[in-house]
């Protein structure tokens, strides 16, 4: 008999989720749950504080389109399927609509849910400013943006061209952004009627590029890449299994290999170097630095408990940023080469070092930026420059030692 392709979905996303079960627990008892509750009972009270004396002078419009910009536009796919799914169930392609309609509603349910929470987070602050649309005017608005959002970037999915896939998204972004910020400023009608052609025209656009009757490769590899980033945060805290990673080529950040002497006391260097760059943990910790960013501009105000939310949101994404380049030691741990060539165990310890306290520092230095832009204006010298002064004397004099401890236990770990 044959098996429904509605079955064979539920029965991967039930073993997705028993493989998974036991990281989410290891998770748990890290304490990174208990920080993460902390920093938002920190954002609360910086957030009622906000309530009572709204500045009135606040962005409300972009504080608006920054927030549900993302939250609209972005519109992953999980879709289960593996390389072996081009042989085997490429014959009932014509079946798979009902395939892809699960992992559509899988994914779009929870988006719009949190564009929803998003709304319930902005709504109070929003109505303090000279906005036009009504709650439930955004409470229709953002979930139907989030369904048209994912019906094109279905379509995106089936473009042939990279190139068109790409020049489709930045316009998705772009005509999302614009219509929220005509539902927050703008007569509701106006807005609507923006935000339907916004849609038709979209797509029209993607309607007129080459596409896929169906893009297995596309999917199966965005699926590899959402479970890398899976076990590359669950490897934050536990060990996971390997899985292929491939090469990113970042050619802007290409430069800072290409100062590595090409000498044998500098080879590790080099290959850890290049591993940071071009795998999945420097383009994990680029996303870090870019959101953490963004939300430092956000809370720099000194509104924001005399601008220390902005240094507790620093910390945040310092403490982040050094879990996941934390994960560096254990990229090549596995391989038989390091133990063919005759290059000392000691250089690679002393080599994994030097990359780890290079990356912490230009990160922690790339993320102080904007919290000095909007922070020493506003004359918060000591908000400013202590974040910075304790996350350097961290990177610098508590971390290697524990980082080198960690190399340590994994190394006898291996050896048992």
Same mark, same amino acid.
């Given at each position: 008999?044959?098996?429904?392709?509605?079955?064979?979905? $539920?029965?991967?996303?039930?073993?997705?989720?028993?493989?998974?079960?036991?990281?989410?627990?290891?998770?748990?008892?890290?304490?990174?749950?208990?920080?993460?509750?902390?920093?938002? @009972?920190?954002?609360?009270?910086?957030?009622?504080?906000?309530?009572?004396?709204?500045?009135?002078?606040?962005?409300?419009?972009?504080?608006?389109?920054?927030?549900?910009?993302?939250?609209?536009?972005?519109?992953?796919?999980?879709?289960?399927?593996?390389?072996?799914? @081009?042989?085997?169930?490429?014959?009932?392609?014509?079946?798979?609509?009902?395939?892809?309609?699960?992992?559509?509603?899988? $994914?779009?349910?929870?988006?719009?849910?949190?564009?929803?929470?998003?709304?319930?987070?902005?709504?109070?602050?929003?109505?303090?400013?000279?906005?036009?649309?009504?709650?439930?005017?955004?409470?229709?608005?953002?979930?139907?943006?989030?369904?048209? $959002?994912?019906?094109?970037?279905?379509?995106?999915?089936?473009?042939?061209?990279?190139?068109?896939?790409?020049?489709?998204?930045? +316009?998705?972004?772009?005509? =999302?952004?614009?219509?929220?910020?005509?539902?927050?400023?703008?007569?509701?009608?106006?807005?609507?009627?923006?935000?339907?052609?916004?849609?038709?025209?979209?797509?029209?656009?993607?309607?007129?590029?080459?596409?896929?009757?169906?893009?297995?490769?596309?999917?199966?590899?965005?699926?590899?890449?959402?479970?890398?980033?899976?076990?590359?945060?669950?490897?934050?805290?536990?060990?996971? %299994?390997?899985?292929?990673? %491939?090469?990113?080529?970042?050619?802007?950040?290409?430069?800072?290999?290409?100062?590595?002497?090409?000498?044998?006391?500098?080879?590790?260097?080099?290959?850890?170097?290049?591993?940071?760059?071009?795998?999945?943990?420097?383009?994990?910790?680029?996303?870090?630095?870019?959101?953490?960013?963004?939300? @430092?501009?956000?809370?720099?105000?000194?509104?924001?408990?005399?601008?220390?939310?902005?240094?507790?949101?620093?910390?945040?994404?310092?403490?982040?940023?050094?879990?996941?380049?934390? =994960?560096?030691?254990?990229?090549?741990?596995? =391989?038989?080469?390091?133990?063919?060539?005759?290059?000392?165990?000691?250089?690679?310890?002393?080599?994994?070092?030097?990359?780890?306290?290079?990356?912490?520092?230009?990160?922690?230095?790339?993320?102080?930026?904007?919290?000095?832009?909007?922070?020493?204006?506003?004359?918060?010298?000591?908000?400013?420059?202590?974040?910075?002064?304790?996350?350097? +004397?961290?990177?610098?004099?508590?971390?290697?030692?524990?980082?080198?401890?960690?190399?340590?236990?994994?190394?006898?770990? +291996?050896?048992?």
């Amino acid at each position: 008999m044959k098996r429904s392709l509605a079955a064979i979905w $539920n029965a991967r996303f039930v073993a997705f989720a028993r493989e998974t079960r036991p990281y989410f627990r290891y998770m748990s008892m890290s304490g990174f749950p208990a920080v993460f509750v902390l920093l938002l @009972i920190v954002a609360s009270i910086g957030y009622m504080q906000l309530l009572e004396q709204v500045p009135p002078d606040f962005p409300f419009a972009t504080i608006g389109v920054v927030l549900f910009t993302p939250l609209v536009s972005w519109s992953p796919l999980r879709t289960w399927l593996r390389p072996p799914d @081009i042989v085997f169930l490429s014959r009932r392609e014509a079946e798979m609509g009902e395939y892809i309609a699960k992992s559509a509603i899988y $994914n779009l349910i929870p988006g719009a849910l949190l564009a929803l929470i998003g709304l319930a987070l902005y709504w109070p602050i929003y109505r303090h400013g000279p906005g036009m649309s009504g709650v439930w005017t955004l409470a229709a608005a953002l979930p139907a943006m989030k369904a048209a $959002n994912a019906a094109v970037a279905w379509q995106e999915r089936r473009m042939a061209w990279p190139a068109a896939r790409r020049v489709s998204r930045l +316009l998705r972004w772009t005509l =999302t952004a614009a219509a929220i910020a005509l539902f927050l400023v703008q007569k509701p009608w106006k807005a609507w009627l923006f935000a339907a052609l916004a849609c038709a025209t979209g797509m029209l656009a993607v309607k007129l590029a080459q596409r896929f009757r169906f893009p297995w490769e596309r999917l199966i590899a965005e699926e590899r890449r959402t479970i890398r980033r899976y076990y590359a945060f669950f490897s934050m805290f536990i060990d996971v %299994p390997t899985l292929d990673s %491939p090469a990113a080529p970042r050619r802007y950040l290409s430069w800072i290999t290409k100062r590595v002497p090409y000498r044998p006391d500098t080879a590790f260097v080099y290959l850890y170097a290049h591993t940071f760059i071009r795998t999945e943990i420097g383009g994990i910790v680029i996303r870090l630095v870019l959101v953490g960013a963004s939300a @430092i501009v956000v809370f720099g105000s000194g509104e924001w408990l005399g601008g220390w939310l902005a240094a507790a949101v620093y910390f945040a994404f310092v403490g982040m940023i050094g879990m996941q380049v934390g =994960t560096l030691p254990l990229v090549h741990r596995h =391989t038989v080469w390091r133990h063919v060539y005759p290059l000392p165990a000691a250089d690679r310890i002393r080599s994994l070092l030097a990359v780890d306290r290079a990356a912490m520092v230009a990160a922690s230095v790339l993320l102080w930026l904007p919290a000095a832009f909007v922070l020493l204006p506003q004359k918060l010298f000591a908000q400013a420059f202590a974040p910075l002064a304790l996350a350097e +004397l961290y990177i610098l004099l508590i971390r290697p030692g524990r980082l080198k401890r960690k190399i340590a236990a994994e190394s006898d770990s +291996l050896s048992d």
